[in-house]
Structures are given as structure tokens and as C-alpha cells.
């Protein structure tokens, strides 16, 4: 397990200079107008549960260009008058959210719709067409080119699951919530997304991607070494490998978050490596603050839910 990567008091004015290629916004704009000649086609099934008071729903809707993308939607029987409604994104390759992770917003009267990430679930699998395979997982899934790479496609998902959050709750107003991979979906989500209330991004995942893949000790950094060190031991691919990075780095898409932020990072984690949480942060263009957990890893303490749960409450409180 790597210590600190870099010492607190450095990292508060770590503002690594951003990878962006110049069509960057013209590529994600692109996307964004091809987007809106696909239809959401969203259909919604009741479930049974055990908890009075709570209604749950399975999701579904049309991913984007291809796929069909499983979500869970939880209300109170009765939605707060003007309540917002939240988005909520899982961990890599780990979707062990259950409907009563979102008991802490549905008992405020706000509901939730839990994603299920193409290829990484069940009941969301991903049908579309890669021009490469993948190493060793999804990270190196189409890397040669950004148009069609993986997380190219799940992040223009994870921007048509607000449209359908909005389409479910009948209300405009949406903030957005996830941890690893799911903090940095909620990022992208926000930067592309119009009008999001806050974003709650905890130890985010897909950050600073050419500084995190040499720091990262486990997790999905470490398939980038891993296609290198099988695939291309001469790194002869490498200037192309991050340039599509670049297009989906949390870091690039930062600046274009306006919406306040909390985010969380531990100091000693193996996955995520701090300074690329601290690279993320210093970018984002809206109101931020950051919670520092010294002796965590990969994780965040519980009392960070009331932290959440505090942040969410001053913004919420004038609506």
C-alpha cells in the first residue's frame, strides 16, 4: 500500500496543468447534439418490497447508440413538494447498492434512481461494437480511438439517466451522488449535464489519468500497466493510449462543473491515489469543499454520510 503519494500541505495547491486536446469541448458537444436523435424509451416495472411507505421500481432505458441500461428507482409514496431528485453511480465492477441506500434522501421525501453501468452489471449489458478488445477489463475497451471507447459511452449514459430521473420525478432539479468509478461518473455527469444541483463525489476513480496509473498500487489504474506490460512493453501506443484519456479524465472535465461539490479522498489509498483527487478538485469550476480522511484507504469513515448529508441540507434548505 503506498503512503502519502504526496504530503497534505503540498497536495492543498496541487493544481496539475490539464490534458485536454483542443477539440475537447467540440468532441463532447458532438456527442451531446448526436445524443438527442436517441430516444429514452423508458420502461418502468414495480417491485414488491418489505418497507411500508417506500415504492421501488425497476428501470429501464436506451443507452447511448446501443444497449439497454438497467436503473432502480426508489420513492417515498409521497415526494416533498419541489424535492429534487438524486442519481446515484456504483463503484467498478462493484454494484452492491441496494434500495435502502438511498433511504438517507428518500426519508426526506427526495427520490432516487440507482444506475446500473453498462458491461458491469447483470442486467445492463453492453452491446456495443469495440474496435479493440480489452487487456485485462473495461479501461482499455476501444482506447484507440475516443469516440468509441467504453467510458465514452457510459458517461453519455450516465448523462441520459438524468433525463430520465427527470422524466420518473416529473421535476427538473437533480443532484448527483457516487464513490470510485461513481465519483468520477457523477463528475462527467455534471460537467456534460445542464442545471445539477450538487454533486456528492466521494474518493473518485478516473482522475489525472497518466499521473494515476504510475501511483496506483491495485484497482483499475493498474490495467493500463497491465495492457503495457502484455500488450506493448515499449509503450510505443502510449501517446495514443492517454490521448483518449484525456477526452474522459475527471481533470479535464472538471472546470465545466459549476454546481457546488463535496468530495472526499483517504490519504493512504491504494486505488486512487490522493493527488489525483486533489488535481480533480482544484479544477472544478463551482463552489467545493473536500473532507481529508488521513488514516483511510480506499473508503471513507461513516461519519462522511453525515458530512453528506449536512451538504446537501444547505443547499436544499432555501428551495
Not at 504526496?6 to 493544481?15: A, D, T
Not at 453528506?308 to 432555501?318: E, V
Request: glycine share 8%.
Amino acid at each position: 500500500m503506498i503512503a502519502y503519494d504526496v504530503e497534505l500541505n503540498k497536495l492543498r495547491n496541487y493544481k496539475p496543468q490539464q490534458t485536454k486536446k483542443a477539440d475537447f469541448d467540440a468532441f463532447w458537444n458532438g456527442l451531446k447534439v448526436e445524443n438527442q436523435k436517441y430516444p429514452l424509451n423508458v420502461e418502468v416495472k414495480e417491485r414488491a418490497y418489505s418497507v411500508p411507505g417506500v415504492k421501488v421500481y425497476d428501470v429501464a432505458f436506451d443507452g447511448f447508440r446501443n444497449s439497454r441500461i438497467h436503473g432502480v428507482y426508489v420513492t417515498p409514496e409521497v415526494v416533498q413538494e419541489n424535492a429534487p431528485a438524486a442519481v446515484i453511480f456504483h463503484g467498478y465492477n462493484w454494484n452492491t447498492l441496494q434500495p435502502h441506500y438511498t433511504f438517507k434522501h428518500v426519508i426526506q421525501g427526495i427520490p432516487a434512481l440507482l444506475v446500473d453501468v453498462r458491461g458491469q452489471s447483470v442486467k445492463s449489458a453492453d452491446k456495443n461494437s469495440y474496435e479493440n478488445g480489452g487487456a485485462a477489463g473495461w479501461l482499455t475497451q476501444g482506447i484507440f480511438n475516443p469516440d468509441q471507447y467504453y467510458y465514452t459511452h457510459v458517461y453519455m449514459d450516465c448523462y441520459r439517466s438524468v433525463d430520465v430521473v427527470r422524466k420518473l420525478s416529473g421535476g427538473s432539479d437533480v443532484f448527483l451522488e457516487g464513490g470510485s468509478q461513481g465519483g468520477g461518473l457523477a463528475i462527467a455527469t455534471a460537467a456534460l449535464q445542464e442545471n445539477i444541483l450538487l454533486t456528492l463525489c466521494d474518493i473518485p476513480f478516473m482522475a489525472n489519468f497518466e499521473h494515476s496509473f504510475g501511483l496506483a498500487a491495485e484497482g483499475p489504474y493498474t490495467e493500463i500497466s497491465h495492457y503495457f506490460k502484455v500488450h506493448d512493453p515499449q509503450h510505443q501506443t502510449s501517446t495514443k493510449i492517454f490521448e483518449t484519456l484525456s477526452y474522459v479524465d475527471a481533470m479535464n472535465l472538471a472546470g465545466s462543473v459549476t454546481c457546488p461539490v463535496l468530495l472526499s479522498v483517504g490519504m493512504i489509498d491504494p486505488v486512487c491515489p490522493p493527488s489525483s483527487v486533489f488535481a480533480l478538485y482544484h479544477h472544478l469550476g463551482g463552489p467545493k469543499e473536500i473532507r481529508t480522511y488521513r488514516e483511510y484507504g480506499h473508503e471513507v469513515p461513516m461519519i462522511h454520510e453525515e458530512e453528506k448529508l449536512k451538504f446537501i441540507y444547505s443547499y436544499l434548505k432555501s428551495m
